[in-house]
């Protein structure tokens, strides 16, 4: 069973600071990968999607991918209170069949 | 007006009931999506389907069903609810052009078996 690992967290961060988010998975064939903001009782939002190793940037948001390490990761820059909920991280498996979600992290941002 | 629609947004009902859960898109995706949400252990995939005549069993599909009755329709159905299908079930939606793209959700339907 192919595997998408967050931190449950909760992450706490203060109002204006950078959240790190980070998530590891084990099938190494991965094309592609996603970042959700998921608000408690509501659906999950896409954030950001990332193909290639590197970073990719928008807004205060920017996904970092390391496909050498399995490892994606986003960032959070100016952190509001607004961005306090679940982000879920999500794999496409090397069939392209199936997005495998992590469990979620939860985020706190404080004022 | 919402591109993914779910219906019902709430619905209780009793160990045993037919349940249908139904799901409407303009987005003018082929792909579609049905999966469930538990506290602890994330989404899990319940069935797929990439066109009208393609449909896939995910991850935990038994005591489920479903039917595409267009490409922009896609229904969910318990053919005899258990308590433990409890759970808030989202609907999603993907373009097959961008094969390995993303998915859009629907706004979800939490579902309370007794």
């Known amino acids: 069973q192919k595997e998408v690992e967050q931190n449950s967290g909760p992450l706490s961060v203060p109002e204006g600071a950078i959240a790190s988010l980070n998530c590891t998975y084990s099938?190494?064939?991965?094309?592609?990968f996603f970042w959700y903001r998921q608000y408690s009782g509501k659906s999950p939002e896409l954030i950001m999607f990332?193909?290639?190793?590197g970073d990719k940037e928008d807004g205060r948001f920017t996904a970092q991918l390391n496909k050498a390490s399995q490892y994606v990761s986003l960032l959070i820059r100016d952190s509001q209170p607004s961005d306090s909920a679940t982000y879920l991280c999500?794999?496409?498996?090397?069939?392209?069949?199936?997005?495998?979600f992590g469990k979620g992290t939860t985020l706190s941002v404080s004022s | 007006d919402a591109d993914v629609t779910q219906t019902p947004r709430n619905r209780i009902t009793k160990t045993g009931k037919r349940i249908m859960l139904e799901c409407s898109q303009t987005?003018?995706?082929?792909?579609m999506y049905w999966y469930r949400q538990d506290p602890g252990l994330g989404l899990r995939l319940i069935y797929y389907?990439?066109?009208?005549?393609?449909?896939n069993k995910g991850e935990i599909s038994d005591g489920y069903s479903v039917s595409r009755q267009a490409q922009a329709k896609f229904s969910l159905s318990l053919e005899s609810a258990i308590p433990n299908q409890t759970a808030l079930y989202f609907c999603?939606?993907?373009?097959?052009?961008?094969?390995?793209?993303?998915?859009?959700f629907g706004p979800g339907t939490r579902l309370t078996v007794l």
């Open positions: 999603a939606t993907s373009d097959r052009r961008a094969d390995v793209g993303p998915q859009y």
């Open positions: 099938d190494r064939g991965s094309q592609s």
């Open positions: 990332i193909y290639s190793n």
């Open positions: 999500a794999v496409f498996n090397q069939a392209g069949t199936a997005l495998i």
């Open positions: 987005k003018g995706h082929d792909r």
């Open positions: 389907s990439f066109d009208v005549k393609d449909i």
